[in-house]
């Protein structure tokens, strides 16, 4: 089982930033990959980045640029780091965690933070 507790979020102006952090407990020891989708009004959840065990890194071409994330691997942290926020940003955002025991694989899921971008 593994929890994950996210932080931040809120409202910001067109341009400005935004750090969102994510804290795993439980049993992190099978966490491989930690990352951030996120959910719009009227649109599907969809992933916004995802840092890989091995330390690599995949963003959604929308964010390119303007997002960054980070990951803690021994703290087993995740932030997500937002600048030039637009508001087609507007969106709950989920911190993602997915982890693997033996042929199992699990996904966990935050109960999300909301992000909102004004013009």
């Known amino acids: 089982q593994v929890q994950l507790v996210e932080s931040g979020g809120g409202l910001v102006q067109a341009g400005g930033s935004l750090r969102l952090s994510c804290a795993a407990s439980?049993?992190?020891?099978?966490?491989?990959?930690m990352g951030w989708y996120r959910q719009a009004p009227g649109k599907q959840r969809e992933l916004v980045a995802n840092m890989f065990s091995i330390g690599s890194t995949e963003y959604a071409d929308s964010v390119k640029g303007r997002f960054t994330i980070s990951r803690d691997y021994a703290k087993k942290t995740v932030s997500l780091q937002m600048n030039s926020l637009k508001p087609e940003d507007t969106a709950v955002y989920y911190c993602?965690?997915?982890?693997?025991?033996?042929?199992?694989?699990?996904?966990?899921w935050g109960q999300g933070t909301q992000v909102t971008v004004s013009s």
């Open positions: 993602y965690a997915r982890s693997v025991l033996g042929p199992v694989e699990y996904h966990y």
């Open positions: 439980g049993r992190t020891s099978s966490i491989e990959d």
